[in-house]
């Protein structure tokens, strides 16, 4: 089966730093992404997403980067916010099914 | 338009019971995927219903099953509950042509179950 790696199970920043979440995924064939945040107690939130024709999509204060050659997805957060503490998911389709990592919980320090 | 609507919200059952989740698309969805989550553990994918057909299902027992309805409902079933059916059991839909390069998925709040 798929498997959609996250590099880090934890990560801290202060607020209004930058955050850069990563993800690896294993099939040079997906060719869809999304990002999702998860509060605590709550469903997976949709973030952004990006298609394989793109390698850059940008939201409201998060970016999205898609490299192709090594496999490997980054979420940006600007300017992070107490608000973006959260578990946050890379996943990936293939074949209309979609997989995903284990997640990356994101602390904001104020 | 309305999100994805998961009830009931929680559910208490004991080992042996057998429970029914329900699940209602974004209207205008027709795929729904269903996923177990545990603490630790990702998101497992259970199964995906397309207009009413299971078109794609994940590594669990027959004791998980669903089924779709023609309004693209969705309703999951665990029989024999056992204690480590409990989880979060997140319910996603898809678009109109429930197709990847189309379309995105959106969740539910979940049904937090737990079995004692």
């Known amino acids: 089966g798929e498997s959609v790696g996250l590099h880090l199970p934890t990560l801290s920043v202060q607020e209004g730093d930058n955050s850069i979440i990563n993800c690896a995924y294993s099939n040079s064939a997906s060719d869809y992404f999304i990002w999702y945040k998860q509060e605590s107690g709550k469903g997976p939130q949709f973030i952004i997403d990006i298609r394989s024709n793109m390698d850059k999509r940008q939201g409201q204060r998060v970016t999205v980067l898609l490299n192709k050659t090594v496999k490997h997805l980054s979420l940006q957060i600007a300017a992070t916010q107490p608000g973006d503490s959260a578990v946050y998911f890379c996943a990936e389709a293939l074949g209309n099914q979609f997989y995903f990592g284990t997640g990356t919980s994101l602390t904001v320090i104020p | 338009k309305a999100g994805v609507t998961q009830t009931p919200r929680y559910l208490i059952k004991t080992r042996g019971q057998q429970v029914t989740l329900s699940c209602s698309p974004i209207?205008?969805?027709?795929?729904v995927s269903w996923y177990q989550q545990t603490p630790g553990q990702g998101l497992q994918f259970l199964f995906e219903?397309?207009?009413?057909?299971?078109?794609n299902k994940g590594n669990f027992p027959g004791r998980f099953s669903g089924r779709q309805f023609s309004n693209s409902r969705s309703e999951m079933n665990v029989s024999t509950l056992e204690l480590g059916d409990s989880a979060l059991y997140l319910c996603?839909?898809?678009?109109?042509?429930?197709?990847?390069?189309?379309?995105?998925?959106?969740f539910g709040p979940g049904t937090r179950l737990t079995v004692l």
């Open positions: 219903y397309f207009s009413e057909t299971q078109r």
């Open positions: 209207s205008g969805h027709r795929s």
């Open positions: 996603a839909s898809m678009g109109a042509s429930g197709d990847t390069s189309t379309d995105t998925q959106y």
